[in-house]
């Protein structure tokens, strides 16, 4: 699946619109009404969401846990496991991305879901899939009676899923993909479990595009250092080397970063 071009994140999209959830489990958006600057101050938690005290600190907090991981795949799993944690009501989140011409990237946290996940990501179908392809969140009452996805409801009923949110993710120019909330009980996902976790997708966004572009950069100059070796080894031009470098990754069936740092890794030992 190709990354599609840049859209609002799901926090501005939640923070501007209010939700209505029809019986096909796909969400339609109306704009909320709006208050005077000048109203008295809310002292309680808005109805149907979190306190904006409360979901400012989430926030913070995710910031700091994504942006110190070492990798993007730490990331997801830390985006999951706090998900799981600040999100009210919810024993379990899976985070699905995909790249351009790449396999799907997936995180999860919680006690049980594991075989409902690989089914869908190997089936190319299931609810998170649906929230990537169509941009849209994706919800459903009862999994285990869904009839959209009759294959997987053996696996939500074994893996004891009852009901699920989805909040597309859409990674700048990188990737698509899906956070996936699983409530402890059938029914209508909580609207204030919605909102939370509309707010962290969007926050993870934005997130995760920075984190794809240190890789990056990351990348390139281990891709350069690696393109040194092989000129020194080979005696052969930069175009020549890079096209080498290239090769051994298609056969390897690896990234060309990755290629990269084993190679420079292993010229560093034999040097030594």
Known sequence: MSAPKRRVPAAQRGA?????????GTSSLTPPRRTSRHAAPVTGAP????????????LHELTVRLLTADSLHQALDRLAAFATAAVPGVVRCS??????????????????????????????TGPGLEAARTRSVVTSDDLAADERWPELAAAARADGLRAVAVIPLDVRRTAVGAVSIYPDRAGAVDPEALVTAMALAGQAEVLLGELHRREALTEGAEVDRAVGVIIAQRGCGVQEAYAVLQESAQRLGLDRGTVATRLVAAAARNSS
Do not use: C, M, N, W
């Not at 109805?47 to 400012?56: I, K, M, R, T």
């Not at 351009?100 to 879901?113: K, Y």
């Open 95 to 124: 985070v699905a991305l995909i790249g351009e011409g790449g396999p799907i990237t997936t995180a999860s946290s919680g006690p049980a879901g594991e075989t409902f996940d690989q089914l869908q990501y190997a089936g190319s």
């Open 47 to 58: 109805a149907g969401g979190p306190h904006p005290v409360e979901l400012a600190g989430l």
């Open 16 to 24: 501007r619109l209010a939700r209505r959830t029809p019986k096909d």
